[in-house]
């Protein structure tokens, strides 16, 4: 699901290096909103951080949930809004709007969904994703993270059938002849795609990814406003209450 480009707040507008700068190399960029996650009925699935479930878990206990059905079910204004309240869940902001986070985290615990996966590329995005670049030709791709030079050749097969998630946490999937990469960055709830406009229209499609393309200016804090007034920070008892 192709989503209009959020508009940034002036003062992000005019702030530094944009994604595209970054990844001047490629036709475009495409921010894949990392999906939410419903547990199957019946399941006993659990989320734990530091006892996070294995790929082939939650790829048989889950269904995706996307941002806008988040949006809409919770009453937010917008993806913007879900992202900053998800960066201060993950700490990567240090305060949020009050009303919009008791509103993100009631929907979130009474139906005990799972939230946007920071960091790494979500698990049940992989194996589609990997099975799509082999469709395309490709047997194998570099798999590294962001801290690292060295860039690893896998077989695209062996990471498929591989049970645990991708090896590397900040995942950078990179086909052989660079033509396409995924990157997901620390603390943040989406990956950039980048490759020629053609090839990204036929990943989103096929995947039934949801995100948006970059324009010229889009910044990594694309969401980011400044807030002063209902706010919780990290000490509010607001934080670590359950809505459910």
């Given amino acids: 699901m192709e989503l209009q480009t959020p508009i940034q707040a002036k003062y992000v507008e005019n702030d530094g290096n944009s994604i ?34 294995i790929k082939d878990e939650i790829v048989k206990n889950t269904t995706r949930l996307t941002w806008t059905e988040i949006v809409d079910e919770a009453q937010l204004k917008d993806i913007n809004e879900l992202d900053r309240l998800l960066a201060f869940l993950h700490c990567a902001r240090r305060t949020a709007d009050k009303d919009g986070w008791v509103k993100l985290m009631t929907v979130i615990d009474t139906n005990n969904y799972v939230i946007a996966q920071v960091d790494n590329y979500p698990e049940i995005l992989t194996n589609p994703t990997l099975e799509l670049l082999k469709s395309y030709g490709y047997d194998k791709v570099f798999h590294y993270s962001d ?14 059938n591989e049970k645990n998630s991708l090896p590397e946490s900040h995942t950078r999937i990179l086909t052989p002849d660079n033509k ?65």
Avoid: M
Avoid at 31 to 50: A, C, E, Y
Avoid at 154 to 159: G, T
Avoid at 220 to 229: A, F, L, P, R
């Fill in 20 to 53: 595209r700068q970054h990844y001047a190399e490629y036709e475009a960029t495409f921010v894949i909103l990392h999906p939410f996650l419903k547990i199957k009925d019946g399941s006993d699935i659990k989320f734990v951080t530091g006892k996070w479930p």
């Fill in 147 to 160: 801290i690292s030079d060295e860039r690893t050749s896998y077989d695209i097969q062996d990471l498929i």
């Fill in 180 to 244: 396409i990469l995924f990157e997901t960055d620390f603390d943040n709830r989406f990956t950039y795609l980048s490759s020629d406009r053609k090839t990204i229209g036929d990943i989103v499609e096929r995947l039934d990814l949801e995100g948006f393309y970059c324009n010229d200016n889009t910044k990594s804090h694309w969401s980011y406003e400044d807030q002063n007034k209902n706010l919780i920070d990290w000490d509010s008892e607001e934080r670590n209450k359950n809505y459910a």
